[in-house]
């Protein structure tokens, strides 16, 4: 005897079923959401220079010098300075193709973690998927710390085409507790201060100290955008701030 299923059935199955991936789709996107932020402020550009730059999570600082390096000069000198790093390397890129310069690259990262010094990979998923498997063992087995930004995974499916296009490398970083004490004579009367990861204990004693120097704090916290980690951002600020609040 043949069965058959009711096309009205059969309709609501896929109905349903489009309606449970579309939702997906929707949740995995709405979770990666971008900041907006709309600001009114009367202040000339250049005295807003500090508070831009906290924004976007960088330093303006005075007396800054580029050199501009060439083909493959820039690898010879990214690599001399990754060596010489005393406290950390920050590695960030969207290509990393398995081959010669890449093993060089991934040597000298080891190196250095093997050395104890912190060392943190950021790779793009998609243009990094063929830096190969032996490297990124390498690099992990040495010490490193590496992550794949948007990897094809189920709570990724939405924001698959959103790709980590940046190539920075950050050698020995900044002192972050010590930036605190010294930032204030840079700092305009309606500057802020924007601090990442200020859930952090070793972050305290710096808080602490803009605390006592009558700075206000607003902390945002949720998860983070590559991993999913808790973390918590702080915008601190005096009621002087720009932001008029």
Not at 28 to 51: A, G, M
Not at 142 to 160: P, Q
Request: aromatic share 8%.
């Amino acid at each position: 005897m043949n069965h058959s299923i009711p096309v009205s059935i059969f309709t609501t199955a896929v109905f349903v079923g489009v309606v449970f991936l579309l939702s997906i789709v929707i949740w995995s996107i709405r979770r990666h959401r971008d900041p907006k932020l709309h600001i009114d402020c009367d202040s000339p550009i250049d005295e807003l220079i500090p508070s831009l730059a906290g924004l976007t999570l960088s330093t303006a600082v005075a007396g800054n010098s580029v050199e501009v390096l060439e083909n493959g000069a820039f690898y010879e000198v990214l690599l001399q300075r990754i060596r010489s790093a005393q406290k950390s390397v920050h590695f960030e890129t969207f290509l990393w193709k398995e081959g010669v310069l890449g093993q060089r690259v991934a040597d000298a990262l080891s190196e250095r973690a093997r050395a104890g010094k912190q060392v943190r990979v950021l790779l793009d998923a998609t243009g990094s998927k063929k830096v190969g498997k032996a490297a990124t063992r390498q690099m992990e087995e040495a010490g490193c710390r590496v992550v794949f930004f948007h990897e094809k995974a189920f709570r990724n499916i939405g924001v698959l085409n959103d790709r980590d296009h940046r190539k920075l490398v950050v050698i020995d970083g900044r002192d972050r507790v010590n930036c605190a004490y010294r930032c204030l004579d840079a700092l305009t009367d309606d500057g802020v201060i924007v601090w990442d990861d200020s859930q952090r204990r070793r972050y305290r004693p710096g808080l602490d100290f803009l605390a006592e120097k009558g700075f206000r704090r607003l902390r945002f916290t949720g998860l983070g955008p590559i991993v999913g980690n808790p973390g918590e951002t702080s915008v601190l600020y005096r009621p002087s701030n720009c932001f008029g609040i």
